[in-house]
């Protein structure tokens, strides 16, 4: 998902390299949590991933600590980004994201294993679309609710 050079925005701008490489650190934070599921790491791993998730939707990617890792150590060793693009869908991905973490950590905390993996395995797909692909499924709704919230 990328801005059009010749739209004008006046809302935050984002490197489109960060989210990904946030969707590649998740990636493996989810693999880690569905392989221990169960488990003290499990429940730590879903706490963690909870966490990153709430601070990138409710605070801003910039508070966002895959972000963070990003801006300081990854992005000053490459090249300048050839565009931007609005912060406002990878923040709502982050949303939706931090929905499926909290259903993971409510079902785990319950022993309701089975709907605790679905909400992980579910967010791990979408995660693994956005590194593997830059395909970020939460940023594609955000754009869909947006044209149909302007017909």
């Not at 880690?32 to 169960?38: R, W």
């Not at 895959?66 to 923040?91: H, M, Q, S």
């Amino acid at each position: 998902m990328t801005t059009n050079a010749s739209l004008e925005c006046t809302r935050e701008q984002v490197d489109p390299r960060g989210p990904r490489f946030g969707g590649a650190i998740t990636t493996v934070v989810l693999a880690l949590a569905l392989i221990f599921a169960g488990t003290t790491l499990g429940l730590l791993l879903i706490v963690w991933q909870t966490i990153v998730f709430g601070l990138g939707a409710l605070v801003g990617l910039q508070a966002q600590p895959y972000g963070i890792l990003f801006r300081k150590v990854i992005r000053p060793r490459l090249a300048p980004p050839t565009e931007l693009e609005d912060a406002a869908p990878p923040r709502f991905a982050q949303a939706v994201g931090l929905v499926f973490l909290v259903v993971a950590l409510v079902a785990t905390l319950a022993g309701v294993t089975a709907v605790a993996t679905i909400a992980l395995a579910l967010a791990l797909a979408a995660a693994f679309l956005n590194a593997a692909f830059a395909f970020c499924l939460g940023c594609e709704m955000y754009l869909l609710g947006q044209r149909l919230a302007h017909r």
